[in-house]
């Protein structure tokens, strides 16, 4: 029985490996690739095989894995044949949390991403205010809290010494703050008068006072970013196609060949459905439209939208997204306990745990996949106890719910992950320990919360399925220095010498699935993706040097020289002169 069932399967195995054996002319032969990938050090993500060294690859598919031996016969005249030289290749990254066309806009905006200092600050933002004299609005993003001692807030001066007669809004690298000059905060309407931003007698935002003048001093934290956003010109539908253009061709440059959107809209699905139809998409899209506080029929109706309309490999829809709290640097992340630099401060959270159990309990019901961003304590344990009692209501079924960030998170509540199927979406950049992380959020969550911070390993061993991604543009879509910070939990100088609650790093292997199979697993899409499997779609990226050789803390200096995308090359390094070899 045993031999029987095994002689089934190799049957099995060869009429699929060789997918375009040609029946009807009776030939022996199986048919002709279109590439073959030879001479790698291919890691496939797949435990069964982890490692190959020739791949074949028909139309957008993979049609066989092995060596150069085992998938000759698939050469044949017209086959495109690419010499690897030795080089690891490994399945395209899937980013599993980012912010796409903001990230995309960004790329042409002020960046303070790598500037500390004020006075540096202000020579960026001079210089960008000199090169744009044409631009009404100066926006831009990027500056971190621990710049501004010791509020850990900047003001409005700080801008209007450099740009006293445009307005100007920059938000936080976190995108929960943002920081207008006196101009864009006359253009809103924002004075002494403007009170914080309510949603059903919860406050949700912060417009930040002067405590002797009540001038507003130049912040605005959560929903309150939407009074100045309100008055920003929006980009035109021409102006985002430009944007995304230029993001689809960073992304494939640092290795992405699929991405989840975290904060998208059915227009946005619709741009990435354009670009697709212009032959332009290049990294797969699943875009999640945001949970409104009340779940009215045109509501829903509008998330069905996304999902009939949008449902294949290119563009994805059926996601839902929810804001359950803010961030741990502006006290705006809901926690269980106090915290720590200020015992009045807890957080809070943005909806009522009875609101956002109905509307789980809905949009479970309605075969929705929902996603929370969940960054305290408190707030990822309420996320729990609601998609817990969603399962309880609606009954058993493949739902896949999941959490972003857990920033922090409770002990007790670490192995519920494991246990409800609950998967863990983190930004393995997001704890890269620098002064802002060391100094501004470790000190809010205090000491005896420290063990539990991006707990990594603990939620994974207690049996969850990790997703890694970016969160871009908080963070660059690099995923090389998220894959290193998840193995090292040290900055780049290597410090701390045991790394940042070190117990809670990861495995080269487990940070690699969490950006590949798991992450394809994470929005329903591993029967297509997430390991260079026969079947799978020819999805991957040839790397400029191996990441099992080389030191935990060179990992960061990792290039794409190739990335595929659907059997399709879509980025490639001229330098590295790959492909040419076969040519
Ligand atoms: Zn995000």
Redesign the pocket.
């Known amino acids: 029985m045993r031999d029987f069932r095994r002689y089934v399967a190799l049957v099995f195995l060869l009429s699929t490996t060789f997918l375009g054996c040609a029946a009807a002319t009776e030939e022996k032969r199986p048919r002709a690739v279109d590439l073959l990938l030879v001479n790698g050090h291919i890691y496939t993500s797949n435990p069964r095989q982890p490692w190959a060294r020739a791949l074949a690859i028909q139309g957008s598919r993979i049609v066989a894995v092995g060596d150069e031996k085992q998938l000759a016969a698939l050469r044949g005249p017209a086959t495109r044949v690419i010499d690897l030289g030795g080089r690891m290749a490994m399945p395209g990254i899937i980013d599993s ?1 980012s ?1 796409f066309l903001d990230g995309s806009i960004s790329l042409d905006q002020v960046s303070l991403d790598d500037v500390y200092t004020i006075p540096e600050m202000q020579k960026r933002v001079r210089a960008y205010a000199a090169a744009h004299p044409e631009r009404a609005w100066l926006l831009g993003r990027g500056w971190v809290y621990d710049a501004f001692k010791p509020s850990g807030l900047p003001t409005k001066e700080i801008l209007d010494e450099v740009v006293p007669d445009r307005p100007m809004v920059l938000e936080c690298y976190d ?1 929960h703050s943002v920081w207008p000059n006196s101009r864009a905060l006359a253009l809103a309407g924002i004075d002494k008068n403007t009170p914080d931003p309510q949603h059903a007698g919860i406050v949700v935002g912060a417009v930040v006072h002067d405590p002797a003048t009540g001038e507003p001093t130049g912040v605005l934290k959560e929903e309150a970013v939407d009074l100045v956003r309100r008055v920003i010109p929006k980009p035109g539908r021409e102006e985002k196609l430009r944007a995304l253009r230029a993001g689809l061709r960073e992304a494939n440059r640092h290795g992405l060949t699929s991405a989840l959107n ?2 998208g809209s059915l227009e946005e699905m619709e741009l990435y459905d354009e670009l697709r139809r212009q032959g332009e998409l290049t990294v797969r899209m699943t875009t999640s439209l945001m949970m409104e506080p009340q779940l009215d029929a045109k509501t829903l109706a509008m998330y069905e939208e996304g999902r009939r309309r949008f449902q294949d490999e290119w563009v994805r829809g059926g996601v839902i997204k929810a804001f359950m709290d803010g961030v741990i640097e502006s006290h705006t992340a809901a926690m269980i306990e106090p915290y720590s630099d200020d015992p009045k401060l807890s957080g809070s959270l943005n909806y009522t745990p009875e609101q956002f159990r109905s509307n789980v309990a809905e949009l479970d019901r309605r075969n929705f996949q929902v996603i929370t ?1 969940a960054i305290g304590g408190r707030a990822v344990r309420v996320t729990l106890d609601v998609y817990e009692a969603a399962a309880q209501a609606n009954g058993p079924r493949d739902r896949r719910f999941r959490i ?1 960030h857990i920033e922090n998170i409770n002990p007790q509540d670490i192995p519920r992950f494991g246990r409800m199927g609950v998967i863990a979406s983190m930004q393995p950049f997001h704890c890269y320990p620098e002064p802002n992380l060391l100094n501004v959020w470790a000190r809010n969550v205090g000491p005896e919360r420290l063990p539990y911070s991006f707990a990594w390993q603990a939620i994974a061993a207690g049996g969850a399925m990790l997703a890694f991604g970016s ?1 871009w543009p ?1 963070v660059s879509l690099d995923p090389f220095i998220g894959i290193q910070n998840a193995v090292t939990r040290q900055d780049w100088n290597g410090q701390p010498a045991e790394g940042f609650v070190s117990a809670q790093r990861v495995t080269l292997d487990a940070a690699l699935a969490a950006y590949t199979c798991d992450a394809a697993y994470a929005e329903f899409e591993e029967t297509r993706k997430g390991t260079l499997d026969r079947g799978k779609l020819a999805d991957l990226i040839v790397l400029s040097q191996d990441l099992y050789a080389v030191k935990p803390l060179e990992i960061r200096k990792t290039v794409p020289v190739l990335t595929m995308v659907g059997g399709q090359i879509v980025y490639e390094d001229s330098s590295a002169t790959l492909s040419a070899l076969g040519r």
Do not use: P
Request: avoid cysteine; charged fraction near 20%; hydrophobic fraction near 20%.
């Open positions: 949390h912010h995108g975290a904060s961003h972003e969160d908080v």
